[in-house]
Nanobody, 124 residues
Framework: QVQLVESGGGLVQAGGSLRLSCAAS????????MGWFRQAPGKEREFIAA????????FYADSVQGRFTVSTDNAQNTVDLQMNSLKPEDTAVYYC?????????????????WGQGTQVTVSS
C-alpha cells in the first residue's frame, strides 16, 4: 500500500523560506518520478516541480524556477521541496505525487499516488 505524507507547511512572511517534505511508504522515491503540485483558493491545482532520479533531471514551473528546489533523500525515502523568496501568491495547499504513467511531468493524470497536502501561507 502506497502512502505519501507531506509535512513542513506553515505561515511565513514574504521573502522567507520553507522546506516541505513528503515521506513515502510502499514505494521508493528514486524509482518513480515524483512531483509537487499546489492548489490556491478558487484555483485549479497546478504543477510546481518534479524530479526523476532515473534520468537525473528536475523540472520546474516558470512561476517557481530559481526559487524552489526539488530533491530526494534516499536514506529517508522522502522528496523535499525547498522554497525560498516566498511570495503571497505562493499561498496554497501543496501536494506531492508519484508518477505512474511515463511521458510528461506536468499532467496530473500521469500521477497515480497523492498525499493529503500541506498548507503554506505567505503573508505580505
Amino acid at each position: 500500500q502506497v502512502q505519501l505524507v507531506e509535512s513542513g507547511g506553515g505561515l511565513v512572511q514574504a521573502g522567507g523560506s520553507l522546506r516541505l517534505s513528503c515521506a513515502a511508504s510502499g514505494l521508493t522515491v528514486t524509482s518513480y518520478a515524483m512531483g509537487w503540485f499546489r492548489q490556491a483558493p478558487g484555483k485549479e491545482r497546478e504543477f510546481i516541480a518534479a524530479i526523476s532520479r532515473s534520468i537525473g533531471a528536475t523540472f520546474y514551473a516558470d512561476s517557481v524556477q530559481g526559487r524552489f528546489t526539488v530533491s530526494t533523500d534516499n536514506a529517508q525515502n522522502t522528496v523535499d521541496l525547498q522554497m525560498n523568496s516566498l511570495k503571497p501568491e505562493d499561498t496554497a495547499v501543496y501536494y506531492c505525487a508519484a508518477r505512474l504513467h511515463s511521458g510528461g511531468y506536468v499532467e496530473e493524470y500521469r500521477y497515480a499516488y497523492w498525499g493529503q497536502g500541506t498548507q503554506v501561507t505567505v503573508s505580505s
